[in-house]
């Protein structure tokens, strides 16, 4: 592991715009219990969740460089209580604004995976959604293949857009050596998205989830959301009554909705890298997406707190076993003793996440859609 002093090159501390260092936090608040970059960096290898602010927001096209949204997700986070004193959280402050768009991703890229090196969960308050780029390019460097999610009302892989966010899935997807084992898309609205451009993903063995049907059955987003490392949520997926700086759609999940998904976040022992995007100051009402952000990472803490108690899958005892046959294929599926989750194997004996849905399919004698999808993809 490199020297992480060498990280001041690339980071300033919170305390450089807001008054985060003057504000007196009651006892309980996250302002008084989260360890912040101010003069010297916390003991990052004590922690479990560790932030990074970047406002980097020239992806978007032309128009201002820089927004101070992780300041202002800040302000409200701080003030909300800590419930789960077992997560222990770091500020590792705000990326410095590089040169270049380019640089900037750099200099994030090279941020998340040092600290990642620490085998803690980054979450990343952004700036432009482009910046998930600088998420997938740390698992690249490592040559760690990965499966990754986007909440985003958009589908953001048209090659005719004019600003990288418009396009940045077109590098993640493509570009070789690519890294990404599978691709899950939660929340696109149909309107937006062109029918052609749904099978180029499906094609790819890719997985999209309209937004009115995960609203449906929010639940089966769980396994789906469990068996990734990479996780991105663009604020546009939040419809505006529920975020006011979402000027893209009146539609979209509820506040409730995206504290769900982030908490299956927090839920997963693999999702390592979290950012939330999209979120403009300027354009907000009375911080009310400031705040529904502050709510979102309250729940990915807990679901940090609350996955904690799952064990690990060779734990025999802590799990329900369930052998099922359909379609002349036989398999088993596993129950959580501790939070009721489920797993299913495949025929090389892995077990990905799954859901009960997926198990009544089974023993009903129906494939599980789930399962039909991880074998395509092999």
């Given at each position: ?141 490592n040559k760690k293949i990965v499966e990754a999610v986007c909440v985003d009302a958009l589908i953001n892989l048209n090659i005719e857009a004019q600003s990288r966010s418009g396009n940045y899935l077109m590098e993640m997807l493509t570009t070789e050596p690519n890294y990404i084992r599978h691709y899950n898309h939660i929340g696109f609205q149909s309107y937006y998205v062109h029918p052609r451009m749904l099978e180029t993903m499906d094609k790819l063995r890719f997985d999209c989830f309209r937004v009115g049907s ?165």
């Open positions: 592991m490199n020297d992480i002093q060498n990280l001041k090159d690339f980071l300033e501390p919170i305390g450089s715009h807001i008054n985060a260092t003057e504000i007196e936090y009651a006892d309980g608040q996250l302002g008084k219990l989260v360890e912040k970059y101010e003069d010297e960096f916390p003991d990052f290898f004590e922690k479990d969740i560790i932030i990074v602010g970047c406002g980097e927001i020239r992806g978007k096209g032309p128009g201002p460089k820089w927004s101070s949204a992780p300041d202002a997700i800040r302000d409200e986070l701080y003030k909300l209580y800590c419930w789960h004193t077992d997560i222990k959280i770091a500020d590792a402050g705000n990326i410095k604004p590089g040169a270049s768009l380019n640089d900037t991703h750099a200099a994030l890229k090279t941020v998340i995976r040092e600290l990642l090196e620490y085998g803690k969960t980054i979450v990343v308050l952004g700036g432009s959604c482009d910046l998930t780029l600088a998420q997938y390019q740390t698992y690249v460097d995960v609203k449906e059955n929010i639940e089966e987003m769980e396994p789906v959301i469990r068996n990734c490392s990479l996780f991105s949520f663009d604020i546009s997926a939040i419809a505006h009554a529920f975020a006011p700086s979402n000027s893209l759609s009146p539609n979209g999940f509820n506040g409730e909705e995206a504290c769900t998904l982030m908490r299956y976040a927090g839920l997963s022992p693999n999702v390592n890298t979290v950012g939330i995007y999209g979120y403009e100051p300027e354009k907000d009402h009375d911080q009310l997406t400031a705040k529904q952000i502050s709510h979102m990472l309250w729940y990915l803490i807990d679901g940090k707190s609350r996955g904690r108690r799952e064990a690990r899958l060779d734990e025999k005892d802590s799990f329900i076993e369930y052998h099922t046959a359909f379609a002349e294929v036989e398999t088993i599926f596993l129950k959580s003793r501790k939070t009721n989750r489920w797993w299913m194997q495949l025929p090389d004996k892995k077990y990905i996440a799954c859901s009960y849905k997926d198990y009544l399919l089974a023993s009903s004698n129906e494939i599980p859609e789930r399962w039909m999808r991880a074998q395509e993809r092999v």
